[in-house]
């Protein structure tokens, strides 16, 4: 499967590695050009469960897969790839801000007196490895002065770019706050749609609608299980049933996250 850039740069392999090793998926860089002492990813290895998932060769952009049953999680993979390059190529062809004080952020995008801008940040991981990442923020700019100043910054890690663009819609008027959903107003959702499947009284094409509500959540909230079974204990999921526990009431539990959201926001 061939994609539409000529490759994945080196910064995006290294970031694709760790959010599918963070979705549980097994991913290994492999190093095919045969130069001494180069640690360039020229391929990833990526596995579930322990079998062999797919290749992802960096040089030429391609997608190797031999089980067509695999293809869900293959596109899956895509979205990321295609997720994590659009992060780059935004940064890279951004200018630097004027605000003096912010020079190492650049603006992404403005529109009725709100801006979105990025910076890059190096950090260290649990290994002690240095990690490239890009940080996100909205704020609204000073109507004073010279015009460039800003001030009300809500700040977003490169996990929630998604977030970020929604944040800097809703602020800037380009979409109305009641067409978003919050992650806590997803999360809700995700859960009663569980619960609506373990009645069994769904219609085909009724399963088919829910599995697709289920999959375009979970493509932004990859955790979004472990984030329900922390609000609920007993929340399991299988292919076969679905059972949020009785004795704790996870709607209502949303629904008052949901309204403390609401409230900060106000």
Not at 72 to 95: H, K, R, W
Not at 194 to 222: A, C, H, M, Q, R
């Amino acid at each position: 499967m061939r994609r539409d850039t000529e490759s994945i740069s080196q910064g995006v392999a290294a970031k694709l590695i760790r959010e599918l090793r963070s979705r549980g998926y097994g991913a290994t860089p492999v190093n095919t050009n045969g130069k001494e002492n180069s640690w360039d990813i020229n391929k990833i290895w990526v596995t579930k469960n322990g079998k062999d998932l797919c290749d992802i060769n960096c040089e030429n952009n391609t997608i190797a897969y031999k089980n067509e049953v695999d293809r869900s999680e293959v596109e899956t993979i895509l979205n990321v790839i295609d997720n994590l390059q659009e992060q780059e190529g935004n940064f890279l062809n951004a200018p630097q801000m004027k605000t003096k004080g912010l020079e190492k952020y650049k603006l992404l995008a403005q529109y009725n007196n709100v801006v979105l801008a990025a910076c890059d940040v190096t950090s260290l991981d649990s290994t002690m490895h240095k990690v490239e990442s890009i940080k996100y923020v909205t704020w609204e700019k000073d109507r004073g002065g010279d015009g460039n100043g800003v001030h009300t910054g809500h700040y977003f890690d490169d996990d929630n770019y998604e977030d970020a663009k929604e944040d800097f819609a809703a602020r800037s008027g380009l979409v109305s706050k009641d067409k978003l959903f919050s992650e806590t107003e997803r999360i809700a959702l995700f859960a009663g749609i569980v619960k609506l499947e373990s009645l069994g009284e769904n219609t085909n094409d009724d399963t088919k609608i829910l599995e697709t509500i289920k999959s375009k959540i979970s493509n932004l909230i990859p955790d979004i299980e472990e984030k329900i079974y922390e609000r609920n204990p007993q929340f399991q999921e299988n292919e076969k049933y679905a059972e949020i526990g009785s004795e704790v009431n996870t709607t209502q539990e949303l629904d008052e996250d949901i309204q403390e959201d609401y409230e900060q926001e106000i």
